[in-house]
Every structure is written in structure tokens, then in C-alpha cells.
């Protein structure tokens, strides 16, 4: 049996970063994606990448920015990797020729974000992610980088050890199931933003990889933290970039005024995400908004720079809002969007199961802690893709024992079967809609694990998500087929989500304070003497979610002193 180097689940910029660095240090590398490389949710992102490029910019601040916005409960050992690598990883994919906006000098350009102390993300338009993605995907096509495409993942899977060997997953296109072996595997598979009902994410972000990483006893932390984005469009949750008011729009309520001066009177529209989305919420609960919205209002911009740099943006708002932001202002709401927890991993993506690595959204890592920076995320791809690569290539090379690899079990694949078997065979007729469910959770989801959340709240979540699961027991499809069978596939994403929204809520009930993202009505102030700790989500032998905690990673004797966060 032909068994891979490397074996990377995700084909966005993180899996394909990670794969470069496979490819040309001479291993054999396979990437395994449910959708074409170029549909991952990558390639949506707009607004651009973090990275202390300009002379006047030092990366130390932004490792600062960084530890502050994360609420100081990021692990400093990432963060500074992170900002400090920020450079050459951008300049890295300027190397392979990806098209950033220029200055007139012909450097860089970049453009101010919220949270940060200096304009420092680079950016390609409003299209980053596309030019990023498309950047790795001709090298992954140039390196004739082996690509498992349109294959689901449906379980990794462990030799005697407890090693990860490889994993079990399904051809889309036949239905048939294959174990693909491997001496190390990749989880990067994203995020779970799909857990809400109103969300930014693409179809896909039902954090497979997360759930079934959990399955197979890697530790999930920091679950609780998840990022509302002040400006997603009030109908569809479609994002409108940070960098809309990186290039100076207003937040502005129903009575045509701005009023970001009353929560961060220095930052104002440009204070991080948790904290303009809370302003949000609470202006549109005093009756400032306009059918659950508030407005974001760029028409001072003028019709040629929005021409210029918003293209995508100003499309967008006609396409799915029907307003023309050169002429009116945009409908606007906090939206689920990114998902700051995931699987814990150390510095350069290592697990608690060996072999089994993670980066990307589907990680912890934690370089963003309780509340991400906006514009860091692409760059937490690039840098950890590139390092977590390096790392695979230094284990395969220097520690990995051959013998491994002949002790898998011969019925690595019979719980895969049984699952599919049974969501298969569940008559019609006294079993429940995957679409019901999915309602009800994305819907509990929203409004009782939101950006508000106090204890009563979240109990009637995860009242309501305990129903679901129990449901989910009786879950059937009417597609009993194998060829692309979409309702099958969709099933299983669900189940996924189930258990993610499960260890979400548990983690949120657990922290009794508020910081970050996650802001409990009861306990409105930080609390670092008891919480500045990760939340640890796992299985354990019974199969049930517990959770622990384990301690930030400091650095220097904790030289990012906690102190109060304003903006
Ligand atoms: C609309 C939007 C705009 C954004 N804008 C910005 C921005 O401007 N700047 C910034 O820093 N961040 C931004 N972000 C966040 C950032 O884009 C993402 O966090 C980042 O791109 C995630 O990359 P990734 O490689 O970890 O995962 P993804 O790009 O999400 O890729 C996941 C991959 O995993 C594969 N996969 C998943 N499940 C399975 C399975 N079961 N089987 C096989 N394959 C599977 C998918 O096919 C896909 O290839 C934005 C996010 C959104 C949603």
C-alpha cells in the first residue's frame, strides 16, 4: 500500500502553504479537499494580510496589537513567531508573484485595520484571498502536488501506538470509501462559522476536521471565543470588509449619526471587532437601528476610490442588499464569522496525538486568543502553513520509526460503514430532515450563544443542541445513492457541527467572565486571576464532552503585562 509523507486535509491557504514546503524539500506530499482547492473559503477573504513591512513599522508592535487584542490570553510563543515571520511570509508569495496593490513607488501598499497601532495590511483590492490562493494553488499545480480532490474526510485514523496513520474518506464522485495512509497528517481544514444561523462562512466551514480530530483524542480549546464581525449585510450575513472602514467609512444608526465616540472614543469605527460589535448590538437594543441593523456609510468616499479599492464590496452590496453604497449606506449587523478556538496545537502545529498536526482556522494555536485581529488570519495561514510544514519535513526526516506503518487494523473503515449505513437505511417515514435540525441548531445557536450570553441563556442552548443530537439519531436522507450524494454529505457535515456546537456551549458556560469575544452579562469584567487559562474541550472514555483548562504560553516572564483594554 502506497503510503504518503505528508497528507494535508484542506486545500486553502494554510494546506497549500503547508504543501509547498513539502513539495520542494523532495517528500511526497497528497492534499485531500472535499471541494476544488479554489473554492475554499480562502479565497473570500477581502481585506488583506497583517505584516510590519514599511521601515517605520516594527514587528514588536504588532505583537503587541496582537496580545491586546486577543484579550491577553493569546499564546505569546505563536504570536511573536507570527509577527515576526509576517514579512517574509508575504514576501514570500510577492516572490511567486502575487498581485498586491502597488504604491506609487512600486512597494507594498497598505491599508489601516481595526485594533492595529499602524496601517499594515497588505492587500490586493478587496480580492486578497483570491490573489493569495490562486498564487499556491499554480505552485501546488507546477509541483505536481498529488491532490485527492472532491474527497470527503470521514475519520482519521491511529496505529497501535496511537499514532495518526491516515485517514478514512469518501470519493464524491463513486461514494466509495478509501484509507489513505500516511506518516503524518494535516488537519487544515478551517472553521466552523456554519454553526450559526446568520454567518459570513462558506457552505463548506462545518469544521469536519475539528470534530473528527476530537474523535480521535486531540484536544479542541478556546471554543467559547467566536468572532461576531460588526459588518456583515443585514440580509444575507454576506461580509462587508474591515477594510471599508480601514479606508475611512462610518458606522452611523437611524438617526444619521455616528456613534462609535461613545464606546472607543480614540479608534472609534477602527476599535477591534468584539468591541465595535458589542457598540452595534447595544445601539441597535436602544432602538438606534433599523429592522435588527445599523449602517455603514462610505458615500464621503467618493464614486472613484470606491471604484478603485472597493469593487467587490460596492457589487456585493447591489447584488444581495440592492443598495449602491456610492449613493446610500449599507445595511450592516454582527455576524458570525470566525471561529478563534479549534484544535490546541503547540508552537509549529503539533497535537496531543502524534502524527497529527493542525493549522489555519481549524487550530488553536492560539496567536488570537479571545478576539481576533482582523487582517491576522491570512497571515496566521501563510506563517503557520510554511512552519508547520517545515516541522513535518524535520519529523519525517529525523524521528519518524519505519516500523509504524504496518499496524493498522484491518476494520479501520467498519464504523465509517455502519454510520453511513444506518443514516442510509432510516425509513422516511419515522425519521427526521438533516434541514430540520440544522434549523434548529443554527437557530439556537444565534440566540442563545451570541454576542451577549449570561448563564440562563446558555443553558437553554445547550438544552436545545442536546435535542438535536438526540434527534440526529434518527436522521435519514432521501438520497440513498452513491454518486455525489450531497444530502449524505450534508448529513454527516451536521453531525460534525452538532458535537462542535456541544463543546462550544459547555466551554462558554465554564468561563465565568468576560473577555474577548465572549462577554457574560453576569460577570462583565475580566477576570485573570481565575481565567487566564485556555479552555480545553475532549472526549473522554464515556464519550462525553468535559472540559479543563491548561495555561497561556508567556514569554519572558510575561513580558505583555494584562492591563485594561481600550481603544
Ligand atoms: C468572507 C470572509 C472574509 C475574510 N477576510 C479576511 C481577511 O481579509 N483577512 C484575514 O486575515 N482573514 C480573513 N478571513 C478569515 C480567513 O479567510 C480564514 O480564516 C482563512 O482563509 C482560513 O484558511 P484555512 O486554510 O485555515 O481554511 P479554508 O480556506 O477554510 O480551507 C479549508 C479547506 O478544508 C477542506 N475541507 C474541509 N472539510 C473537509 C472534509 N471533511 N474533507 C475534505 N476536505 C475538507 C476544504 O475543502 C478547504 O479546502 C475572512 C473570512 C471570511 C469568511
Same mark, same amino acid.
Given at each position: 500500500?502506497?503510503?504518503?509523507?505528508?497528507?494535508?486535509?484542506?486545500?486553502?491557504?494554510?494546506? %497549500?502553504?503547508?504543501?509547498?514546503?513539502?513539495?520542494?524539500?523532495?517528500?511526497?506530499?497528497?492534499?485531500?479537499?472535499?471541494?476544488?482547492?479554489?473554492?475554499?473559503?480562502?479565497?473570500?477573504?477581502?481585506?488583506?494580510?497583517?505584516?510590519?513591512?514599511?521601515?517605520?513599522? /516594527?514587528?514588536?508592535?504588532?505583537?503587541?496589537?496582537?496580545?491586546?487584542?486577543? *484579550?491577553?490570553?493569546?499564546?505569546?510563543?505563536?504570536?511573536?513567531?507570527?509577527?515576526?515571520?509576517?514579512?517574509?511570509?508575504?514576501?514570500?508569495?510577492?516572490?511567486?508573484?502575487?498581485?498586491?496593490?502597488?504604491?506609487?513607488?512600486?512597494?507594498?501598499?497598505?491599508?489601516?485595520?481595526?485594533?492595529?497601532?499602524?496601517?499594515?495590511?497588505?492587500?490586493?483590492?478587496?480580492?486578497?484571498?483570491?490573489?493569495?490562493?490562486?498564487? %499556491?494553488?499554480?505552485?501546488?499545480?507546477?509541483?505536481?502536488?498529488?491532490?485527492?480532490?472532491?474527497?470527503?474526510?470521514?475519520?482519521?485514523?491511529?496505529?497501535?501506538?496511537?499514532?495518526?496513520?491516515?485517514?478514512?474518506?469518501?470519493?464524491?464522485?463513486?461514494?466509495?470509501?478509501?484509507?489513505?495512509?500516511?506518516?503524518?497528517?494535516?488537519?487544515?481544514?478551517?472553521?466552523?462559522?456554519?454553526?450559526?444561523?446568520?454567518?459570513?462562512?462558506?457552505?463548506?466551514?462545518?469544521?469536519?476536521?475539528?470534530?473528527?480530530?476530537?474523535?480521535?483524542?486531540?484536544?479542541?480549546?478556546?471554543?467559547?471565543?467566536?468572532?461576531?464581525?460588526?459588518?456583515?449585510?443585514?440580509?444575507?450575513?454576506?461580509?462587508?470588509?474591515?477594510?471599508?472602514?480601514?479606508?475611512?467609512?462610518?458606522?452611523?444608526?437611524?438617526?444619521?449619526?455616528?456613534?462609535?465616540?461613545?464606546?472607543?472614543?480614540?479608534?472609534?469605527?477602527?476599535?477591534?471587532?468584539?468591541?465595535?460589535?458589542?457598540?452595534?448590538?447595544?445601539?441597535?437594543?436602544?432602538?438606534?437601528?433599523?429592522?435588527?441593523?445599523?449602517?455603514?456609510?462610505?458615500?464621503? %468616499?467618493?464614486?472613484?476610490?470606491?471604484?478603485?479599492?472597493?469593487?467587490?464590496?460596492?457589487?456585493?452590496?447591489?447584488?444581495?442588499?440592492?443598495?449602491?453604497?456610492?449613493?446610500?449606506?449599507?445595511?450592516?449587523?454582527?455576524?458570525?464569522?470566525?471561529?478563534?478556538?479549534?484544535?490546541?496545537?503547540?508552537?509549529?502545529?503539533?497535537?496531543?496525538?502524534?502524527?497529527?498536526?493542525?493549522?489555519?482556522?481549524?487550530?488553536?494555536?492560539?496567536?488570537?486568543?479571545?478576539?481576533?485581529?482582523?487582517?491576522?488570519?491570512?497571515?496566521?495561514?501563510?506563517?503557520?502553513?510554511?512552519?508547520?510544514?517545515?516541522?513535518?519535513?524535520?519529523?519525517?526526516?529525523?524521528?519518524?520509526?519505519?516500523?509504524?506503518?504496518?499496524?493498522?487494523?484491518?476494520?479501520?473503515?467498519?464504523?465509517?460503514?455502519?454510520?453511513?449505513?444506518?443514516?442510509?437505511?432510516?425509513?422516511?417515514?419515522?425519521?427526521?430532515?438533516?434541514?430540520?435540525?440544522?434549523?434548529?441548531?443554527?437557530?439556537?445557536?444565534?440566540?442563545?450563544?451570541?454576542?451577549?450570553?449570561?448563564?440562563?441563556?446558555?443553558?437553554?442552548?445547550?438544552?436545545?443542541?442536546?435535542?438535536?443530537?438526540?434527534?440526529?439519531?434518527?436522521?435519514?436522507?432521501?438520497?440513498?445513492?452513491?454518486?455525489?450524494?450531497?444530502?449524505?454529505?450534508?448529513?454527516?457535515?451536521?453531525?460534525?457541527?452538532?458535537?462542535?456546537?456541544?463543546?462550544?456551549?459547555?466551554?462558554?458556560?465554564?468561563?465565568?467572565?468576560?473577555?474577548?469575544?465572549?462577554?457574560?452579562?453576569?460577570?462583565?469584567?475580566? *477576570? /485573570?486571576?481565575?481565567?487566564?487559562?485556555?479552555?480545553?474541550?475532549?472526549?473522554? /472514555?464515556?464519550?462525553?464532552?468535559?472540559?479543563?483548562?491548561?495555561?497561556?504560553?508567556?514569554?519572558?516572564?510575561?513580558?505583555?503585562?494584562?492591563?485594561?483594554?481600550?481603544?
Amino acid at each position: 500500500m502506497k503510503i504518503h509523507d505528508i497528507l494535508i486535509v484542506g486545500a486553502g491557504l494554510t494546506g %497549500l502553504r503547508a504543501a509547498f514546503e513539502g513539495i520542494t524539500a523532495d517528500l511526497d506530499v497528497a492534499v485531500l479537499t472535499k471541494v476544488h482547492p479554489l473554492r475554499s473559503h480562502s479565497c473570500a477573504a477581502q481585506g488583506g494580510v497583517n505584516a510590519a513591512i514599511d521601515k517605520d513599522d /516594527d514587528w514588536r508592535d504588532h505583537a503587541y496589537d496582537t496580545v491586546k487584542g486577543a *484579550d491577553f490570553i493569546g499564546d505569546e510563543d505563536s504570536i511573536e513567531l507570527m509577527c515576526k515571520e509576517a514579512p517574509q511570509a508575504v514576501l514570500d508569495l510577492d516572490d511567486l508573484g502575487c498581485p498586491f496593490s502597488r504604491n506609487e513607488d512600486g512597494s507594498i501598499a497598505q491599508r489601516a485595520f481595526g485594533g492595529a497601532s499602524f496601517a499594515r495590511t497588505a492587500y490586493a483590492a478587496d480580492r486578497t484571498g483570491h490573489a493569495m490562493l490562486h498564487t %499556491l494553488w499554480e505552485q501546488a499545480i507546477k509541483h505536481g502536488t498529488h491532490i485527492y480532490q472532491e474527497y470527503h474526510l470521514l475519520k482519521i485514523i491511529k496505529n497501535k501506538l496511537g499514532h495518526a496513520c491516515g485517514v478514512v474518506a469518501m470519493e464524491i464522485a463513486t461514494g466509495k470509501l478509501e484509507v489513505i495512509r500516511a506518516k503524518t497528517v494535516l488537519i487544515a481544514t478551517g472553521g466552523y462559522g456554519r454553526v450559526y444561523k446568520a454567518n459570513t462562512n462558506a457552505m463548506i466551514n462545518t469544521g469536519d476536521g475539528i470534530a473528527l480530530a476530537m474523535k480521535a483524542g486531540a484536544n479542541l480549546a478556546d471554543l467559547e471565543f467566536v468572532q461576531f464581525h460588526p459588518t456583515g449585510l443585514k440580509t444575507s450575513g454576506i461580509l462587508i470588509s474591515e477594510g471599508v472602514r480601514g479606508e475611512g467609512a462610518y458606522l452611523i444608526g437611524k438617526d444619521g449619526k455616528r456613534f462609535m465616540s461613545k464606546y472607543a472614543p480614540n479608534k472609534l469605527e477602527l476599535a477591534s471587532r468584539d468591541v465595535v460589535s458589542r457598540s452595534e448590538a447595544m445601539e441597535i437594543m436602544a432602538g438606534n437601528g433599523v429592522d435588527g441593523a445599523v449602517f455603514l456609510d462610505v458615500r464621503h %468616499l467618493g464614486r472613484d476610490l470606491i471604484l478603485e479599492r472597493l469593487p467587490q464590496i460596492r457589487q456585493l452590496s447591489i447584488d444581495f442588499e440592492g443598495v449602491d453604497p456610492v449613493d446610500k449606506p449599507i445595511p450592516v449587523r454582527p455576524t458570525c464569522h470566525y471561529t478563534m478556538g479549534g484544535i490546541r496545537t503547540e508552537k509549529l502545529g503539533q497535537t496531543n496525538v502524534k502524527g497529527l498536526y493542525s493549522a489555519g482556522e481549524a487550530s488553536c494555536t492560539s496567536v488570537h486568543g479571545a478576539n481576533r485581529l482582523g487582517a491576522n488570519s491570512l497571515l496566521e495561514t501563510i506563517v503557520f502553513g510554511k512552519f508547520v510544514g517545515k516541522e513535518m519535513v524535520r519529523f519525517i526526516k529525523q524521528d519518524y520509526i519505519q516500523q509504524e506503518d504496518l499496524t493498522v487494523d484491518e476494520d479501520v473503515c467498519k464504523d465509517t460503514v455502519e454510520l453511513l449505513n444506518k443514516i442510509k437505511n432510516q425509513s422516511s417515514e419515522s425519521g427526521i430532515r438533516p434541514a430540520i435540525l440544522r434549523e434548529k441548531l443554527t437557530e439556537a445557536m444565534n440566540k442563545f450563544v451570541g454576542v451577549f450570553r449570561n448563564e440562563e441563556l446558555l443553558a437553554q442552548g445547550l438544552e436545545k443542541i442536546l435535542e438535536v443530537k438526540a434527534d440526529f439519531e434518527k436522521v435519514c436522507v432521501d438520497d440513498k445513492s452513491d454518486c455525489f450524494n450531497t444530502d449524505l454529505l450534508t448529513t454527516l457535515e451536521l453531525g460534525n457541527l452538532i458535537l462542535l456546537a456541544e463543546a462550544t456551549v459547555k466551554s462558554a458556560l465554564e468561563r465565568k467572565e468576560s473577555r474577548g469575544a465572549h462577554t457574560r452579562e453576569e460577570y462583565p469584567a475580566r *477576570d /485573570d486571576e481565575n481565567y487566564r487559562k485556555h479552555t480545553i474541550a475532549s472526549i473522554n /472514555d464515556k464519550g462525553h464532552v468535559v472540559i479543563s483548562y491548561e495555561p497561556v504560553r508567556l514569554v519572558n516572564n510575561d513580558r505583555y503585562k494584562p492591563v485594561e483594554r481600550v481603544y
